[in-house]
């Protein structure tokens, strides 16, 4: 039998997890879109700061990709070269 409390959860959340946004000085923050139905700020990208301020509940968010991880996407992004059609 396949358990669904995950996507239940995920269907009761007042937003949903987008990612990381990571500040100059290196600090990484997590951005969610609040998908509450007649929400005035319904579709809205924002923090957790801001659900915690609305009273929206926050979703499972994983935690921050390493830096290790970080440095391997840019290393593929700067070996990636255009192709030319």
Not at 1 to 21: P, T
Request: glycine share 4%; proline share 9%; hydrophobic share 40%.
């Amino acid at each position: 039998m396949m358990k669904s409390f995950g996507i239940h959860r995920a269907l009761q959340a007042d937003a949903v997890f987008l990612g990381w946004q990571h500040t100059p000085a290196g600090k990484a923050f997590a951005i969610y879109n609040i998908i509450r139905e007649n929400h005035p700020s319904c579709h809205s990208t924002v923090t957790e700061s801001t659900l915690r301020k609305l009273g929206l509940r926050i979703p499972p968010t994983p935690a921050p990709p390493s830096w290790d991880s970080q440095a391997f996407v840019l290393a593929i992004k700067k070996d990636m070269v255009p192709v030319r059609r």
